[in-house]
């Protein structure tokens, strides 16, 4: 298993922009569904948008047409660009293979939207 490297995180006020990125080696990426996660304080670990290696994407309700999730499988990274962030954006925010176990859980990128 492979762990991936989130960074991009960071303070931003209500209604701002952040992306964030993810880094995950191995050949086997571009094979791969990914999907970004998040986990705030006190509650589970919840799946925010996903895509296939095609390009077909999801979003959870709460961020779809806020929240972007794009990939560039030549330099194996998982981007989330989000927009209009709310306060109940703030969480650490993770990137994982949904539908399988080939990479690991990474340490996460804290995101705290200020009000």
């Known amino acids: 298993q492979v762990q991936p490297v989130e960074s991009g995180g960071g303070l931003v006020q209500s209604g701002g922009s952040l992306r964030l990125s993810c880094a995950a080696s191995?050949?086997?990426?571009?094979?791969?569904?990914m999907g970004w996660y998040r986990q705030a304080p006190g509650t589970e670990r919840e799946l925010v948008a996903r895509?296939?290696?095609?390009?077909?994407?999801y979003y959870a309700t709460s961020v779809k047409g806020r929240f972007t999730i794009s990939r560039d499988n030549a330099k194996n990274t998982l981007t989330l660009q989000m927009n209009s962030l709310k306060p109940e954006d703030t969480a650490v925010y993770y990137c994982?293979?949904?539908?399988?176990?080939?990479?690991?859980w990474g340490q996460g990128t804290q995101v705290t939207v200020s009000s």
């Open positions: 994982k293979d949904p539908f399988s176990d080939r990479f690991n």
């Open positions: 191995g050949s086997s990426f571009r094979y791969t569904a």
């Open positions: 895509i296939t290696p095609g390009g077909y994407t």
